[in-house]
T-cell receptor
Framework: GENVEQHPSTLSVQEGDSAVIKCTYS??????FPWYKQELGKRPQLIID?????GEKKDQRIAVTLNKTAKHFSLHITETQPEDSAVYFC???????????FGTGTSLTVIP | KAGVTQTPRYLIKTRGQQVTLSCSPI?????VSWYQQTPGQGLQFLFE???????NKGNFPGRFSGRQFSNSRSEMNVSTLELGDSALYLC????????????FGPGTRLTVT
């Protein structure tokens, strides 16, 4: 099966700084890599995703990069704001179905 | 479009009982996946249904089962509940057959006493 590792488990940054969360996966057949944000007591919300035929994708202050050779992908948040504080999960999926393998999560705290 | 809905939102059950959880996907979505979320194990995949057929299954015991109806609504059942089954159960819907965006419901918080 697939194994997704995520680092760091906790991250504190000053407001306005950048935050980077990294994930690695094991199965080269995985081709879809979403990132979810989960606030306390809420459902996971898809914030950005990337497919294996793309190396980088941006959406305003959020970007994701993918290195297929090294089997790792990263989430970059620039100009962080207090409302970015949440738990972030990376995931990997193969084209054979909607079975997501999740990382263990990163608790991000943005200090005002 | 309305989002993914799950009922009930909260449940308290006793060890040995069984429970059924329901998930209604986004209109037009045919794939429903179920996940168990716990502080210790994170988000773990239970199973996925597409067009009323189970397509993928995670590493959970046979006490965990599910089904999907012709309108894409899905149910999961847990029999002979154990204390360790206490968790947030999330379902997610997707429009396509694989490797596609999944949208999560609010979850059902199950507590087993």
């Amino acid at each position: 099966g697939e194994n997704v590792e995520q680092h760091p488990s906790t991250l504190s940054v000053q407001e306005g700084d950048s935050a980077v969360i990294k994930c690695t996966y094991s199965d080269s057949a995985s081709n879809y890599f979403p990132w979810y944000k989960q606030e306390l007591g809420k459902r996971p919300q898809l914030i950005i995703d990337i497919r294996s035929n793309v190396g980088e994708k941006k959406d305003q202050r959020i970007a994701v990069t993918l290195n297929k050779t090294a089997k790792h992908f990263s989430l970059h948040i620039t100009e962080t704001q207090p409302e970015d504080s949440a738990v972030y999960f990376c995931a990997a999926s193969k084209p054979t179905g909607n079975q997501f393998y999740f990382g263990t999560g990163t608790s991000l705290t943005v200090i005002p | 479009k309305a989002g993914v809905t799950q009922t009930p939102r909260y449940l308290i059950k006793t060890r040995g009982q069984q429970v059924t959880l329901s998930c209604s996907p986004i209109s037009g979505h045919r794939s429903v996946s179920w996940y168990q979320q716990t502080p210790g194990q994170g988000l773990q995949f239970l199973f996925e249904y597409f067009s009323e057929t189970q397509r993928n299954k995670g590493n959970f015991p046979g006490r965990f089962s599910g089904r999907q109806f012709s309108n894409s609504r899905s149910e999961m059942n847990v029999s002979t509940l154990e204390l360790g089954d206490s968790a947030l159960y999330l379902c997610a819907s997707s429009s396509w057959t694989g490797g596609d965006e999944q949208y999560f419901g609010p979850g059902t918080r199950l507590t087993v006493t």
